[in-house]
Each structure stands twice: as C-alpha cells, then as structure tokens.
C-alpha cells in the first residue's frame, strides 16, 4: 500500500510506459516475478472476432439488463457480430451505472466524480477501451504530503515519513515500544503486504482469479477479516485503534475479508493512477456514442452492414426474468412513463446489473441454489460522496508548503476522507472540492441524514479539518450536492465487497450461467477485483464472447462451455 509515488508519470502513457511503470513499482515492491501474471489476469480476453466473422449472428437477439460499463462494453463487443441487442437502462436522463461525473456548469469544467475517480497503469482491460475510444488521461495525484490528518482534535500534515504522527497522534494511544518508534505507514505495510511475501507467485496469482478450488494459504487469508490480519500481525489494540484514526478507511472495512485489501496491493490498484479530464462519464458516453452511431468509428474494418442493430431503452427497468423452456428467455420491463409491464422474448440475456437490484427483481424458475444464495448473501459496500462548489480554492492559499494540490487528507470524523482538485488556480478560483468520501458504516451514518443536514455536517468538519471558519465556508460554498449509493434504487450499494470465507463460496459461482446457458452475468461483483472497472470491462467482453461460443455451437448440439 504505498504512500506515496516515487517516478513521475506522463500524460496519456503508451502501453510501454505503463508497462515501465508497473515493473518500476514491482520492483520497488520485490515481486517482478509477479508482473506476466497481474499483466495477465487483468488483461481483456480474446477479440471476440476470433471466436466468429463480423456478421455471423444477424437476427439473434440478446437483453442486455442494465447500462453501466459492464452492460455497455457487452453490447459493443456483440455487437461486432451482428447480434440485435436491446440495452434496458432504468436511469431516464444519464447512462454509466455508478460511474457518475456530476457536472455543476453547462460547460462542464466544473465537477467532481460520484463513483469511479482513478485508473491504476495495470489495469489492461480498462486500458484497452481508454485508447480505442482515445480519451485523454492525466496523473491522479494519490498521495500529498501538504494533505492533512486530523484525529483526536489535532491537526496536522501528511509528511511522508510519518514524524507528524508519531510525534502528535503516537501519544494518545498506548502503543507497545516497538509500535512507539515505528512509522505507521511501515505498520500497515508490515500487517497488509507480509501475507503476499509468505505465498508463492503462483500462489498470489490465485488472490485474482476465479477457480472452483484454491490452495489452502488462500484459504486461510480467505477466513480472515481485516481485523483479525492486524491482530494476527502482533499489533496492540492500542495500534489499531490509532491506524483506523488515520487512514483512508478507519474502520470501515474492519469487519470485510482481507482478501479484498491483498487482491488490490497484488495487482498495485492504488499505484500509478490515471484520472480522465473532463469528467469519468466520458467513458460511457463513449460507448453510447459509437452505440448509436449507424456508421462508427471504433469498429476498424468491420464493414458497417455487419454491425448489429441497437435498441437502447433508457427509463426502463427490468423486473422480471422468466424461462419457460422454449430455449427463450422473457424478460419483462416497465417504462417509467407508463403504467403496464410489457414483455420481450431473447435468445440470449446478460444481467449486468448488481446482485443488490438483481435481488428484488422476480426470477422463474429460480436459478440454481449456488447462484440464489449469492445473490442473497454477497455483500456490497456502502458509499457516500459529498461535493461542495466553491468561489474560491480556500485549500491552496498559503505557502507552498501549505498549498494541497491533489491528494486527500484523512480524519476520524465521520466524513472519513477529503480529496482536492490537482489543477493549481492559485486559489482565486472556483474550485469543487470532493468534501467527503466515506463507505460502509460511516457512509450509512452520514448518507442517511436528510441531504440538507448531511451537507451541513459535512461543512462543519471541513471547516474543523482545515481550521477555518464555518461562516466563512458558507460565503464560498455556492452549490453543493451528494449521493449515499445505498439509497440509489438501481444500486443499493456502493460495490460488491467480500465479508470472510466469501470469495470461497461464491467467487466461482456468480460466473456460471443460467437456464440452460441462456442467461450470463457481468460487472464488477462477477470478477475478484471488485469496486473498480476493469472488472466490469472483463466480465462484460466475457459475457459476450460466451454468448457468441453457445451461438456458434448452439446448432451442433455442442456446449464450447
């Protein structure tokens, strides 16, 4: 979990700068043998052109439920094939899922992000859509030593080294000697990286892949909370009580399956990270644009009258999934704007939506057992996000010293974490100022105040954080806005997170098909590296090269499956 980054990084990075990259973190982190294998697991699978022509499956129809990234990238990869796809998306006015740039002026140079903000190097698969679709990406700062800790009332600066809090924090808590003189980022990394150092490289390999059986040292790792992994690394209570004060996640996720933390140090998604400028939404927009397009771009030298035709029915929710042995799948949906259900038969379905929403949504016959007691059971991760629109960037006057250009800071309170804009105004500007970031029990304390008094708190803690006045911050603060993605209908939750012994139980199941391989499933919670996008770009591709595998077959009497 490295704190800080120690090359500088370009804008818009070929494959071999990022390729550089990741060997340069790897190697820092003495696991280069690691690098064909994370490159690898996170990579897009096959061009879905290998599996059949361009053209092949004219007149086949597939539902595709839900029109967030991994719906999105199902339906254009399908597309190149000649399936007739129709995409039910329920939100009426944007698409994109939980990835939602929320923009405050028509121009949209002001925003901040409601879901995904960042794009680690090593992410292949999200990499793969970046470039075909040409976005712009710029370096997102992570880690600024200027950024601020606040807990136990005592403000103070992130300096790398960790002297601040040590001197300041370390003696508020009864640490052990040895706790006493060492820097809690090097506590952290002792508790969260030495489990990747005891396992083999092919035994970290299995920490991201999806297997029907693994090892036993994954096992192990698999029945441990987070918890417990500081515990089973020597730290006092004392020490963690002092680290969930002071980190991105205090104790958030203190009860979630370290699985999740080893899965994200292995594949370094928090190092070399990339935002798009302009806002996330651009990603997804960038698939609907080529979606609806009679002649895109971005299907190279596919003849135009091989592509598939698309049917994108936005204000429309799926609540309904039948199959009634006719070798069709019926799905029945309601338009926001009309009072009756209407129903569409498919010969092939992608449900890309979360087992959350999937949950209310009525199945006949059921799925199978394994798959009922996941959707049941998974468990997802509450998220809250606060942005304030200010008149002035209030976070850069000062001295150089004192300026925080990108980064966060971190507290105790409940508004968790504060992250800050990297395009330096000089202060005399507006700014948006993502005010907090939190998740789980946190983000349901906060999220679930009325928005009114959410946005009040969140402004008395800013203004506690950083040492200015709260009256002050309501003449600078215009607009404002937030979202508690537990309350959201078409999420009910922030991302899938593993409780312990689930990455056991269901990893391998959530990727099976249904109703006579009829029914597939992508998103994030399908693949093993939950809340970010790669996973819903490879489950997605995956989705649709599956489907086309059963459609080339499906007359053979064959299952490719």
């Known amino acids: 979990m490295n704190m800080k980054q120690t090359f500088s990084l370009p804008n818009n990075p070929t494959d071999k700068e990022r390729y550089d990259m990741t060997l340069k973190s790897l190697k820092e982190a003495g696991r280069l043998e690691d690098f064909d294998n994370i490159m690898s697991l996170l990579s897009s699978p096959e061009d879905i052109t290998n599996i059949a022509p361009p053209g092949s499956f004219k007149g086949i129809k597939v539902g595709v439920i839900g029109g967030g990234l991994a719906g999105l990238s199902t339906a254009f990869e399908l597309r190149k094939l000649g399936f007739d796809i129709t995409i039910f998306e329920a939100e009426k006015d944007r698409i994109g899922g939980r990835v939602y740039t929320y923009y405050f002026d028509k121009e949209k140079t002001l925003y901040g992000e409601f879901g995904p903000m960042r794009i680690p190097a090593s992410h292949e698969a999200t990499w793969h859509y970046i470039n075909l679709f040409n976005l712009n990406t710029k370096p997102f700062i992570q880690y600024n030593p200027n950024g601020l800790i606040y807990a136990k009332n005592i403000r103070l600066r992130n300096d790398p080294n960790g002297m601040n809090v040590m001197e300041k924090i370390y003696p508020k808590f009864n640490l052990t000697k040895v706790e006493k003189r060492t820097p809690w980022m090097d506590l952290l990394d002792y508790a969260f990286e030495t489990p990747l150092y005891l396992m083999t490289p092919e035994i970290r390999k299995q920490l991201a892949e999806i297997r029907k059986k693994y090892s036993s040292e994954i096992l192990f790792w698999d029945f441990q909370s987070t918890r417990r992994t500081l515990e089973l690394?020597?730290?006092?209570?004392?020490?963690?009580?002092?680290?969930?004060?002071?980190?991105?996640?205090?104790?958030?996720?203190?009860?979630?399956n370290i699985i999740e933390i080893l899965i994200q140090s292995y594949t370094l998604s928090f190092e070399n990270l990339y935002k798009i400028p302009g806002g996330f939404s651009k990603l997804p927009y960038a698939f609907y644009n080529s979606l609806i397009n009679k002649k895109p771009n971005e299907y190279g030298t596919i003849d135009y009258n091989m592509l598939g035709n698309i049917n994108f029915k936005s204000g429309t929710y799926v609540n309904g999934i039948y199959y009634f042995g006719k070798n069709k799948v019926v799905l029945q949906f309601r338009d926001k704007?009309?009072?009756?259900?209407?129903?569409?038969?498919?010969?092939?379905?992608?449900?890309?939506?979360?087992?959350?929403?999937?949950?209310?949504?009525?199945?006949?016959?059921?799925?199978?057992?394994?798959?009922?007691?996941?959707?049941?059971?998974?468990?997802?991760?509450?998220?809250?996000?606060?942005?304030?629109?200010?008149?002035?960037?209030?976070?850069?006057?000062?001295?150089?010293?004192?300026?925080?250009?990108?980064?966060?800071?971190?507290?105790?309170?409940?508004?968790?974490?504060?992250?800050?804009?990297?395009?330096?105004?000089?202060?005399?500007?507006?700014?948006?100022?993502?005010?907090?970031?939190?998740?789980?029990p946190d983000a349901v304390r906060l999220g679930n105040l009325p928005i009114e008094m959410r946005i009040n708190n969140v402004k008395n803690q800013i203004a506690q954080v950083h040492g200015i006045s709260k009256e002050y911050l309501d003449k600078i603060v215009t607009d404002s806005d937030s979202i508690n993605w537990d309350a959201n209908p078409w999420s009910l939750g922030g991302f899938c997170y593993y409780t312990p012994e689930q990455k056991r139980l269901f990893s391998y199941t959530v990727t099976k098909p249904e109703y006579n391989n009829k029914i597939f499933f992508a998103g994030e919670h399908i693949s093993q590296l939950h809340a970010w996008i790669n996973g819903s770009f490879e489950t997605g591709m995956k989705a649709a090269n599956d489907i086309s595998k059963m459609a080339l077959f499906a007359g053979r009497g064959l299952n490719p499956l």
């Open 233 to 256: 690394s020597s730290l006092s209570e004392a020490a963690i009580m002092m680290l969930s004060s002071i980190t991105s996640f205090g104790s958030s996720i203190f009860d979630r």
């Open 337 to 440: 704007n009309k009072s009756e259900n209407e129903k569409q038969e498919f010969d092939y379905v992608v449900c890309a939506i979360p087992f959350s929403t999937l949950r209310n949504i009525d199945i006949y016959p059921q799925f199978s057992n394994e798959k009922m007691q996941a959707i049941k059971e998974m468990s997802y991760a509450s998220a809250q996000k606060t942005i304030l629109l200010c008149e002035t960037r209030f976070w850069e006057k000062g001295s150089p010293s004192e300026r925080i250009l990108g980064g966060a800071s971190f507290t105790d309170l409940v508004i968790q974490s504060i992250w800050y804009p990297s395009n330096f105004k000089e202060g005399k500007q507006k700014g948006v100022l993502l005010a907090s970031y939190n998740f789980i």
